[in-house]
């Protein structure tokens, strides 16, 4: 006799076999089982050489890998480079923008940004690389215009953009007070780089502890 929740319950039984084995397995999220080497307990950044025209990236780089640190708390931020026990160091190879939206009179109005890096993990006492990546690509847009919201900004994301907010150019303010279009463009060039960045150093930490 064929029982026709048979196939219902094997199916649950199956999905509950493998979540066990998956805990059994030590499955985890990326970034929250560190597993470089036991005598590694302090972590520092070294030199990085900044070969893009940003100027002061390679600090602002080194300042969001040491606060990622310091939040994710597997490991102890060391006072100085030389009191670490692994430093990061490397390459800011690239930043680029290249424009992808464009408006009614062809003027560039959304532009991506490229960073790229080279870097690798390194234990202080033997130079031993511990982790290393060439080429790491992060992507980041940003608009040019008061009018064109970038979907892939943070406050876009939490549905906390009000658009009137993105309104720069309004009658009912003095034109000493507008922002400018060149003004607008740097603020949220800047503010797309530190996205940038804090993406990088993330993907970086997690990449790093886990050994990928």
Not at 87 to 92: E, F, Q, R, S, V
Request: net charge negative.
């Amino acid at each position: 006799m064929n029982y026709p929740c048979s196939s219902v319950f094997i199916r649950g039984f199956k999905i509950l076999a493998a979540a066990m084995v998956l805990s059994g397995c030590g499955y985890h999220f990326h970034g929250t089982q560190p597993t470089l080497p036991s005598d590694i307990r302090t972590l520092g950044v070294g030199s990085i050489d900044n070969k893009s025209l940003e100027h002061g990236l390679e600090k602002q780089l080194a300042f969001a890998f040491e606060r990622e640190v310091f939040v994710r708390r597997h490991y102890t931020l060391a006072k100085s480079a030389g009191g670490a026990d692994a430093l990061l160091a490397g390459t800011i190879r690239e930043v680029s923008r290249r424009p992808v939206a464009f408006d009614e009179d062809d003027q560039a109005v959304l532009y991506e940004v490229l960073i790229r890096l080279d870097l690798s993990l390194t234990r202080q006492r033997d130079n031993k690389v511990l982790w290393s990546v060439r080429d790491l690509r992060e992507l980041d847009e940003y608009s040019t215009s008061p009018n064109v919201i970038v979907t892939s900004s943070p406050e876009f994301q939490r549905g906390t953009l009000d658009v009137k907010n993105l309104q720069r150019d309004n009658d009912d303010i003095p034109d000493d007070k507008q922002i400018s279009t060149i003004q607008l463009a740097e603020v949220e060039r800047r503010r797309a780089m530190d996205r940038l960045l804090q993406r990088a150093v993330r993907d970086v930490y997690d990449r790093m502890i886990e050994g990928f």
